[in-house]
């Protein structure tokens, strides 16, 4: 037997094409969703390299493209570079992005995202960041350097204003040609932030216990959902934040089924639960897609340094559904043709990859 042939055999679930929602997809392989910042930083509009970078990992056969973080409003920027999806020069240069993922038979959603309180006036157009408590983090921007603001608290008038553009993100998305949108609700930012009891200290609808904090995020879903439909909606969330690589759930399990409940309320179909390790234990000797499998019958979609080896135990025992690979995928845009012919994969060093698209 050849080696392509033996190492496909190996990793016979990987390679194996799936449906997922309204997504056909060649394999069970995803792009993890990555801060690229290679957008125009006055426009948000993304350029020919990006259109390269994505047409490169559809040809080389990743079944699902998360783009990188793409902000529903300039005030949901946080990172120099970010690329939009509010105004009709983003939807139109998206458009070629989209056509080129296509043309090589690939599938790719647009996640859409707001960064909440994790920004500076000098990345927001001179506004305040806002979020659901005037909270402001003890930290640094990453690859801006600058302290955190101090954050606005949001009016409801500006919470039911927030929800309508991540649905009015969503409809860009699909008229930009993505086949879905992922919402970012995970890390600690916006939606996160009304989820954590960290940085939502509400006494109304939206505070109180984390059934009561998870209004807003079942609100964004909802007129996501109402826009472009279940199917093609994927929600991403986590136990852990950026701005605090230490905090965890203090309750894993109750979590999740808190939030499996949520989702389910609003229709969700895709979940995507979002993990630094694949393989950390939240609950004794459960990780999180133990607890999420639990509770979740529908598609999921894991991620946390996997390997081919590690991705493939856990598609086989049914635990995911699709494996999300990150950083490998930026140092080797041919990532699926290595692992099919047992080639050594090139390492991800952020000096090496982040100056320039590959």
């Given at each position: 037997?050849?080696?392509?042939?033996?190492?496909?055999?190996?990793?016979?679930?990987?390679?194996?094409?799936?449906?997922?929602?309204?997504f056909?997809?060649?394999?069970?392989?995803?792009?993890?969703?990555?801060?690229?910042?290679?957008?125009?930083?006055?426009?948000?509009?993304?350029?020919?390299?990006?259109?390269?970078?994505?047409?490169?990992?559809?040809?080389?056969?990743?079944?699902?493209?998360?783009?990188?973080?793409?902000?529903?409003?300039?005030?949901?920027?946080?990172?120099?570079?970010?690329?939009?999806?509010?105004s009709?020069?983003?939807?139109?240069?998206?458009?070629?992005?989209?056509?080129?993922?296509?043309?090589?038979?690939?599938?790719?959603?647009?996640?859409?995202?707001?960064?909440?309180?994790?920004?500076?006036?000098?990345?927001?157009?001179?506004?305040?960041?806002?979020?659901?408590?005037?909270?402001?983090?003890?930290?640094?921007?990453?690859?801006?350097?600058?302290?955190?603001?101090?954050?606005?608290?949001?009016?409801?008038?500006?919470?039911?204003?927030?929800?309508?553009?991540?649905a009015?993100?969503?409809?860009?998305?699909?008229?930009?040609?993505?086949?879905?949108?992922?919402?970012?609700?995970?890390?600690?930012?916006?939606?996160?932030?009304?989820?954590?009891?960290?940085?939502?200290?509400?006494?109304?609808?939206?505070?109180?216990?984390?059934?009561?904090?998870?209004?807003?995020?079942?609100?964004?879903?909802?007129?996501?959902?109402?826009?472009?439909?279940?199917?093609?909606?994927?929600?991403?969330?986590?136990?852990?934040?950026?701005?605090?690589?230490?905090?965890?759930?203090?309750d894993?399990?109750a979590a999740?089924?808190?939030?499996?409940?949520?989702?389910?309320?609003?229709?969700?179909?895709?979940?995507?639960?979002?993990?630094?390790?694949?393989?950390?234990?939240?609950?004794?000797?459960?990780t999180?897609?133990?607890?999420?499998?639990?509770?979740?019958?529908?598609?999921?979609?894991?991620?946390?340094?996997?390997?081919?080896?590690?991705?493939?135990?856990?598609?086989?025992?049914?635990?995911?559904?699709?494996?999300?690979?990150?950083?490998?995928?930026?140092?080797?845009?041919?990532?699926?043709?290595?692992?099919?012919?047992?080639?050594?994969?090139?390492?991800?060093?952020?000096?090496?990859?982040?100056?320039?698209?590959?």
């Amino acid at each position: 037997m050849e080696k392509g042939r033996e190492t496909m055999t190996k990793y016979s679930k990987l390679f194996e094409p799936t449906k997922i929602g309204a997504f056909n997809l060649k394999t069970r392989i995803a792009m993890a969703p990555m801060t690229r910042s290679f957008a125009d930083d006055n426009t948000g509009v993304v350029n020919d390299q990006i259109v390269e970078y994505y047409r490169k990992r559809a040809k080389d056969g990743i079944g699902l493209i998360i783009s990188e973080g793409v902000v529903v409003t300039p005030r949901g920027k946080g990172n120099p570079g970010v690329p939009g999806l509010y105004s009709r020069e983003q939807v139109h240069a998206w458009k070629r992005v989209t056509d080129a993922v296509h043309e090589e038979g690939g599938t790719i959603v647009a996640q859409i995202w707001h960064v909440g309180r994790l920004s500076h006036h000098e990345l927001i157009k001179g506004s305040a960041p806002e979020a659901p408590t005037a909270i402001q983090v003890d930290a640094l921007v990453p690859r801006f350097r600058k302290p955190y603001d101090k954050p606005e608290e949001m009016t409801i008038g500006r919470i039911k204003e927030v929800v309508s553009l991540y649905a009015a993100a969503a409809k860009n998305a699909i008229e930009a040609g993505f086949d879905g949108v992922e919402i970012h609700g995970a890390h600690g930012y916006l939606i996160d932030q009304f989820a954590s009891d960290v940085s939502n200290k509400r006494t109304d609808e939206y505070g109180g216990d984390l059934a009561g904090r998870l209004t807003f995020m079942k609100e964004v879903i909802k007129e996501v959902i109402d826009a472009i439909g279940a199917d093609r909606t994927i929600i991403r969330f986590s136990p852990h934040k950026v701005d605090n690589v230490e905090y965890r759930w203090e309750d894993a399990d109750a979590a999740i089924r808190t939030f499996t409940e949520a989702f389910k309320e609003v229709g969700v179909k895709i979940i995507h639960p979002s993990v630094l390790d694949f393989t950390e234990k939240f609950a004794g000797d459960q990780t999180i897609y133990d607890l999420a499998r639990k509770y979740w019958d529908g598609p999921i979609i894991g991620v946390g340094s996997l390997t081919p080896d590690l991705a493939e135990e856990a598609l086989e025992k049914g635990v995911i559904d699709v494996a999300a690979i990150g950083r490998p995928l930026i140092s080797n845009p041919d990532y699926l043709e290595k692992v099919k012919n047992g080639e050594e994969l090139v390492e991800y060093d952020a000096k090496t990859h982040l100056p320039e698209l590959v």
